[in-house]
């Protein structure tokens, strides 16, 4: 085992717990629960128990509901309220502890952001503060309501304490009821519950209390405090350390969990790779020093690098560090590091593509670089099984997917080749890499690079393959990975809308194209958006920093309309802001001739405006680059086809397709 990282590997006391090491996995709600039940589905337990393989000291399993009125998402959490989940919980508990870890469950009660709409239950919160989330404007809690929510806390404490759990940590942060009582931005009340900080605390104490009592002293309790609200009006850092001091004081708690944020702000609590590396830890230091010897954990935000996280435990900014996506995308990530494996880490490159993408469109939450996440007793790390026979592959196309299926089918005993057309292996994620803010997403195909190399398959690059030569290599199976790219030339019918004039070369051009410089940009610049993802929006972007004055068109209701529960869309449209770009929602192109594009009202389309346009940018539709498959299809009895020249989609979808191939060739 290493000695690079003492602190993060020293055992650790967390009230009457005993940790081996100072990791823990943030809690995370993962949507993986039964929805007419609300009980956790056995994948949670196998996605836990894996991390605890890895070497995670301490697991504290994602927010669960301590109250029929705080169900919320399209998918209900945990009911830890009702008995009936105990024996699901129970599988959990025991699954982590026979793998040697750990862990918490954290209660929360999510107050004016449920969704009445959905589940029945009015909206409840302090005060009757509308919610831009929920949409709603909640109910004013009366005392009664007020009971009923703290007795939920410990009901649901009791019911943890018999399903096997160490410890319970209550959320009171991202904006849930315990934050909104906190918070005089959200509490308006002038009865005993609201007004004075004295006051405000007055909801938090009693659950603490009741909670407490309900757990006895063998289990461990915390509170998983907001370091600041970031909003007007909000709590501030200078009113979280009274707080703070004032639970401390309690003697009734084992530790506390520092984070930032609310759910009005949400982009921030779980930022994408636009924000800052780390943006939690300076509320928790801060904390920290003001409650010692409490203990604080903190999640610093972004962290994949072992190092930093010693050196936060070694400045004492706080007392465990916390992972959250970095453990979705690599459940191994403590043992590698223990094991001085750090260059075969697959770094997080937080992306949110599947991780708070999934989780708002209530979807079990993945990870596009780990196909076995959700699916760890098909696809975990233990699962992958030699292939009976040694077979000759043929891997044709360097990106995601085609490096994907090499290194799978190697791991399980194949001889492998790789060919790829260009220079570099990457694929599309090369180009990606170019779009401003988005160079850490080469993070995925730098981390598939090291592995091949680790498995032994051949890579030969500058090589473009022709049917005939496939043929002639004789391989026991010859493997299709040739991408897909964004529209030049073909069929309008593949918009999605038709656009006269689109194949137009010296106007209508590619973001490909605009990457690799392979086009001449004009002054003056229209981006059609068909996609909806980033690549539109950070082309415009792009092109807007080099001087061009650039309208982003779409026909959806807003730009980059598949970003917003990636949490990536303030952060884009702030950068667009920045650069002067025009978004044009609702809006769609008719014809582009020389010089102009005419666009028309998706809505009522007899409303027509016309734009100066030396340069069209059409990120509208993409085509899977299946010739080669076809070409081969009659000549070859074991041909498969994966990632994007199946069907043009992401990273986690070649990915995938390119898993379930390699774990069955």
């Not at 044709?396 to 194949?414: N, Y």
């Not at 106007?507 to 001449?520: A, I, Y």
Request: glycine letters at 10%; proline letters at 6%; charged letters at 20%.
């Amino acid at each position: 085992m290493t000695t690079d990282y003492p602190m993060l590997f020293s055992e650790f006391k967390l009230g009457p717990i005993m940790l081996p090491n100072r990791v823990y996995h943030a809690p995370i709600t993962l949507n993986y629960v039964d929805r007419a039940t609300g009980y956790p589905t056995e994948a949670l337990a196998h996605y836990y128990a894996e991390r605890a393989r890895g070497g995670v000291g301490l697991l504290i399993q994602g927010a669960v509901d301590v109250h029929p009125a705080s169900d919320f998402w399209p998918v209900p959490q945990t009911r830890m309220y009702d008995e009936g989940s105990i024996p699901a919980c129970r599988r959990i508990t025991d699954m982590v502890h026979d793998a040697g870890a750990k862990i918490f469950v954290e209660f929360f009660h999510i107050g004016q952001a449920s969704n009445g709409r959905t589940y029945g239950p009015p909206t409840m919160a302090p005060s009757g503060v509308p919610s831009i989330v929920a949409g709603t404007t909640p109910k004013a809690m009366e005392h009664e309501d007020i009971e009923q929510a703290i007795a939920g806390f410990e009901s649901a404490t009791k019911n943890a304490v018999v399903a096997g759990y160490d410890g319970i940590e209550l959320h009171a942060t991202h904006g849930y009821l315990l934050e909104q009582f906190l918070s005089p931005f959200f509490n308006r009340r002038t009865d005993e519950y609201g007004g004075s900080l004295e006051n405000r605390m007055r909801m938090l104490l009693e659950t603490l209390r009741r909670c407490r009592a309900a757990a006895g002293s063998s289990v461990a309790l915390g509170v998983r405090l907001v370091g600041d609200e970031l909003l007007p009006g909000g709590l501030t850092l200078e009113d979280t350390v009274a707080i703070a001091q004032r639970l401390e004081s309690t003697g009734l708690l084992d530790f506390l969990d520092i984070d930032v944020g609310s759910h009005q702000n949400y982009h921030v609590t779980m930022s994408p790779l636009y924000g800052p590396p780390g943006y939690n830890l300076p509320f928790a230091a801060t904390i920290r020093d003001a409650v010692d010897p409490l203990p604080v954990l903190c999640a610093p935000g972004r962290l994949v690098d072992p190092t930093v996280a010693e050196q936060i435990l070694t400045d004492g900014q706080a007392d465990m560090v916390g992972l959250g996506r970095a453990l979705i995308a690599d459940p191994q990530w403590v043992l590698k590091t223990a094991e001085g494996r750090e260059d075969s880490l697959r770094q997080c490159v937080f992306c949110n593509q599947l991780t708070m993408g999934n989780l708002y469109k209530g979807l079990p939450v993945g990870c596009i670089q780990n196909p076995a996440v959700g699916r760890e007793a098909q696809r975990g790390t233990d699962t992958l099984t030699s292939a009976p026979r040694r077979k000759k592959v043929v891997v044709i196309g360097g990106g995601p997917a085609g490096m994907e299926v090499a290194r799978l089918s190697a791991q399980r005993g194949h001889d492998v080749t790789l060919y790829e057309r260009q220079q570099e292996l990457g694929g599309q994620v090369l180009l990606a890499m170019g779009l401003p803010g988005r160079d850490e997403i080469g993070g995925v195909v730098r981390w598939q690079k090291l592995q091949l190399d680790k498995v032994g398959v051949e890579t030969i690059t500058n090589v473009e393959l022709s049917a005939d030569a496939a043929v002639d290599l004789g391989a026991d199976a010859v493997i299709v990975a040739t991408g897909a790219s964004y529209l030049t030339n073909g069929t309008s019918a593949m918009l999605p809308m038709p656009v006269a004039g689109w194949d137009l070369n010296d106007v209508s051009v590619t973001p490909e194209s605009v990457l690799r410089g392979e086009c001449q940009v004009g002054s003056s610049v229209v981006v059609l958006d068909g996609d909806g993802h980033v690549t539109p929006l950070a082309i415009a972007e792009l092109l807007a920093a080099r001087g061009s004055r650039v309208t982003i068109v779409s026909a959806s209701p807003m730009i980059g309309h598949k970003l917003i529960e990636e949490m990536n869309m303030p952060y884009l449209y702030a950068r667009l802001v920045e650069q002067g770009v025009e978004m044009m929602p609702n809006t769609w192109a008719s014809e582009i001739r020389h010089g102009e594009i005419e666009l028309f009202n998706a809505h009522a389309p007899a409303h027509q405006k016309v734009l100066s346009a030396d340069t069209v940018v059409m990120a509208a539709a993409r085509q899977a680059h299946e010739t080669l498959y076809l070409q081969l299809k009659d000549r070859l009895d074991k041909l498969y086809r994966v990632g994007d020249c199946v069907a043009p989609g992401d990273i986690g979808t070649a990915i995938f397709s390119a898993d379930s191939l390699g774990r069955t060739l």
